[in-house]
């Protein structure tokens, strides 16, 4: 047998989601960094952005810091 055509299970199925178009797999070093990736590949419903942009222009605005009061700004 010749060991150039040989190929590994790892190898075929790299090669069949390609073929198949889907992505590899990742991995994330911290949990955070897989709710960013997440974050970023999730669209938001237009109706719960609505919403959110509703709930968010009901609350009250931050208290201005001692230190601004103090140093005027």
């Known amino acids: 047998m010749n060991p150039k ?3 590994t299970d790892e190898q075929l199925v790299g090669e069949q989601q390609l073929a198949a178009g889907q992505k ?3 991995e994330f070093g911290s949990v955070e ?3 960013q990736h997440d974050a970023a590949q999730t669209s938001v ?3 719960i952005a609505a919403r ?3 709930s968010m222009a ?3 605005a931050a208290p ?3 230190w601004r009061r ?3 700004g």
């Open 64 to 66: 201005t810091g001692w």
């Open 33 to 35: 960094e897989l709710l």
């Open 45 to 47: 419903p237009p109706a």
């Open 5 to 7: 055509k040989l190929r």
């Open 52 to 54: 959110l942009q509703e």
């Open 58 to 60: 009901k609350e009250p």
């Open 24 to 26: 590899a797999a990742r």
């Open 70 to 72: 103090l140093l005027g």
